[in-house]
Structures are given as structure tokens and as C-alpha cells.
């Protein structure tokens, strides 16, 4: 018993540390995806002859944007409680997956895996990550927009850090 509860938080620690560093790595690519989403949404809400004067600039050019605009630290704005997320939902995800391919849907008497259980597997363990993960996304969206609302729009941040944004949503 004791080498499976080894094996498993094993696994979980290596899935959890390889989206860690995944994430750490790519989320200037995540902010200004966001920033860009949400300067789309408000284009569209903007009558048509203001709304040429939305930046749309690009992903590199928002990322500059970012930078010159709000300091380079603030390209991983948001990024714990990216990192959060993904300890929690790629570590339940993959050992969610292994558990139900293991004890619960099993191989073939031949040993093989069938890819029908294989997709049913999948999509339950993603599923339950998802649900358990989802407030962490919330928190990461609010965190990545509170750089361009502070220093941009000269508004007062809604939110002081992670701790903080993740009481406020849990009230």
C-alpha cells in the first residue's frame, strides 16, 4: 500500500513541477492573450467611429507594451495563481487519468487499453481537474488585468495579491 501512495504522490509531484516550469516559461504569452481578449471586448462595445482608436497591436507588440508601459515584472502578473492551478489541475489530472486506466476501467484481458476507455478516462480526469482548478483561473485573469488598471487607466487595484484575491472570490 505504502509503494502505491509513494508512486502516486510521485507522479503527481513530477506532473505538478513539469506544468510549474511550463507555465513559469510561457505566461507573457498568457497575459497578453488576455490583455488582447479583453481590449477586443471593449472594441465592441465601443460605437464604431471611437473604435479605431483601440491599440490592437499584436502579441509582441502588447507584450512591449506591457514592458515599457507597466515594467517588465508585470509579464508574470497573476502567474501564482497560474502556477496554483496547474499544481492542482495537472497533478489531479494525470493521476485522476492513471487511477481510473488502473483500478477502475482496466486493461483487456489481453493487456491492451481500448481507446474508448482511454477518451472516457481522459475526459473524466480533465473534467474533475477543471472543477477543482477553476477558481484559480478567476484570480489569474483579475491579477493579469490589475497592472493595466492601475498604472493605465489610473484606477485603484481591486486586489492586493494572490491571498487577497483569493478571499475576496470565496466570501
Known amino acids: 500500500m505504502a509503494e502505491g501512495i509513494n508512486s502516486f504522490a510521485y507522479k503527481y509531484c513530477l506532473s505538478a513541477l513539469a506544468a510549474t516550469v511550463a507555465e513559469t516559461v510561457t505566461f507573457p504569452l498568457d497575459i497578453t492573450k488576455t490583455r488582447l481578449q479583453i481590449q477586443g471586448e471593449r472594441a465592441s462595445t465601443i460605437p464604431s467611429t471611437t473604435a479605431t482608436n ?4 499584436g502579441m509582441v507588440r502588447t507584450a512591449v507594451g506591457i514592458v515599457e508601459e507597466e515594467g517588465l515584472r508585470n509579464l508574470w502578473s497573476g502567474v501564482t495563481p497560474a502556477i496554483l492551478r496547474h499544481i492542482v489541475y495537472t497533478g489531479s ?18 493487456g491492451r487499453f481500448p481507446i474508448w476507455k482511454s477518451v472516457i478516462a481522459g475526459m473524466t480526469a480533465g473534467a474533475f481537474g477543471q472543477l477543482i482548478a477553476s477558481p484559480t483561473d478567476l484570480v489569474k485573469v483579475q491579477m493579469q488585468m490589475e497592472g493595466k488598471r492601475v498604472l493605465v487607466e489610473g484606477r485603484r487595484p481591486r486586489v492586493r495579491n494572490t491571498s487577497h484575491a483569493f478571499s475576496k472570490h470565496c466570501q
Open 54 to 57: 483601440v491599440p490592437y497591436r
Open 93 to 110: 489530472r494525470m493521476t485522476a487519468y492513471e487511477f481510473l486506466r488502473n483500478k477502475v476501467l482496466k486493461r483487456n484481458p489481453g
